[in-house]
């Protein structure tokens, strides 16, 4: 009995200052050994208050904040704000804003994958498939960039349509960076997929079965490794997604390989979706109409300013790179035509007293966009899953109260369970394939 060996399980925190856990993560870890035997998860590090926020500003400046939840692709969680919103005004935003918001939802999510996997591979040692994945990336930020004026926190999305159009030539070379990415994810695959030190780190780990996916409310990838193909985009389209052909993708076993294969089959079939809607889009008055004459923006304020009106309006403000695309003859296809939604164009605001008090009166912090008392609650398909808003007005200019769904959450409330009974080194693997993200998530 003396020589007899006493069991004990270890206590380790893991988090929030391992690199992998982002800075805001704490796992307390229960061990046998190596082995996981049980696990709890401490979310509140970062106490961003992204909801009580919104209610202290209009409802279009709650618009900057969003891309502050999933920074990685923020237009979707424009759109998906400005959704709620249009649903609380009753409008109905633009053929062509639709089908904007479509093709930059899926940059958006090509984006969002890429740093995902890119960043679980690195994490497991794969560090020249990063690399890869990193130079795709930078194609879909540069198109990002080019429309919004901005890589990351793009604030694109407006209620009642989007901040710009696309500019000329943007479809050309989106299509050479489509092709290029596909180049660059075919060549990762044969990095990854079939890499035996990869197969092995990720098949049969952190195992989710589809009952405990469903009983969480977890949805994305996640929810499609399991074997369950629920997409928004096809349960509830909205914008223009039952008018394109696409597959989603679904695993068998619920573990960290099939998540990784889900993302990478989701990219292609975002490419797909991209180029049916470029195909599908009319080319409107965006290259129809006669091109306008251009003022430089300070001259034609400089002119106002003296009362030499005559004759301004009928010409457009040039407009600086970061505001092109909102010009008078571009804007009547990308927002609602209401006063009480959308801002006027440039050269109406700058010329006509008419524009500036329109335009003012959607800034002032008295005023605003003032949808009716009311509610409303809409959800968008983000790279993660159900991206939710739930949005209360009350009259007046600034939200009563904005809720937000991060699809997040309840992967990370599941985590727990996830990991249990799986190895020490196995947590990195799978809390990547969580793709968690601290300002989306915190509450």
């Known amino acids: ?29 229960e061990l046998e050994g190596e082995t996981v035997v049980n696990a709890d998860v401490e979310i509140g590090y970062l106490h961003r208050a992204f909801e009580k926020s919104c209610e202290n500003v209009l409802y279009n400046g709650v618009i900057p904040y969003t891309d502050r939840l999933n920074y990685v692709s923020p237009a979707i969680n424009n759109f998906g ?9 009753g409008v109905e935003i633009p053929e062509r804003a639709k089908y904007i918001r479509t093709i930059i939802s899926e940059i958006s999510r090509i984006a969002d994958h890429l740093t995902c996997v890119g960043a679980s591979a690195m994490e497991l040692g794969a560090f ?37 159009d696309f500019p000329e030539g943007f479809e050309e070379k989106a299509e050479d960076y489509f092709k290029r990415t596909e180049k660059l994810l075919g060549e990762i695959e044969g990095l990854l997929t079939k890499n ?16 405990d996916a469903i009983s969480y409310g977890i949805m994305g990838p996640f929810l499609k490794s399991t074997g369950i193909a629920h997409d928004l985009r096809k349960a509830e389209p909205y914008f223009v997604y039952d008018r394109v052909d696409f597959f989603v993708p679904y695993g068998e076993y619920g573990d960290n390989y099939d998540r990784y294969l889900v993302r990478m089959e989701e990219m292609r079939q975002s490419i797909k979706i991209c180029r049916q809607c470029f195909k599908q889009m009319e080319p409107g008055e965006v290259k129809s109409e006669i091109p306008p004459e251009y003022l430089p923006s300070y001259d034609m304020v400089e002119k106002a300013k003296k009362g030499k009106t005559e004759g301004l309006p009928l010409k457009e403000a040039e407009l600086s790179p970061n505001l092109k695309g909102q010009e008078k003859f571009r804007k009547v296809n990308i927002n609602v035509n209401d006063k009480k939604v959308t801002v006027p164009p440039k050269s109406s605001t700058y010329c006509t007293i008419e524009g500036l008090i329109n335009h003012f009166k959607l800034n002032m912090s008295s005023y605003g966009v003032r949808p009716p008392e009311g509610e409303a609650y809409s959800a968008i ?60 998530l915190d509450r």
Do not use: W
């Open 81 to 89: 704000y400005c959704m709620a919103v249009e649903k609380l005004l």
């Open 128 to 164: 020249t498939a990063f690399l890869y994945f990193m130079q795709a990336r930078e194609f879909m930020y540069e198109l990002l960039d080019d429309v919004s004026g901005a890589r990351v926190t793009v604030s694109y999305g407006r209620i009642g349509g989007v901040k710009a």
């Open 1 to 29: 009995m003396e020589n007899e060996k006493v069991k004990k399980d270890m206590y380790l925190n893991m988090g929030p200052s391992h690199p992998a856990m982002h800075g805001i993560i704490r796992i307390m870890l």
């Open 381 to 440: 398909e983000g790279a993660n899953g159900e991206l939710g808003f739930y949005v209360v007005s009350d009259g007046s200019g600034k939200p009563y109260r904005v809720r937000v769904h991060p699809p997040c959450f309840p992967i990370m409330a599941a985590f727990p369970k996830i990991i249990v009974g799986d190895m020490v080194a196995d947590i990195i693997a799978t809390f990547g394939s969580v793709n968690m993200i601290g300002g989306e």
């Open 196 to 211: 035996r030190i990869f197969y092995d780190r990720l098949r049969g780990v952190g195992i989710i079965s589809q009952e």
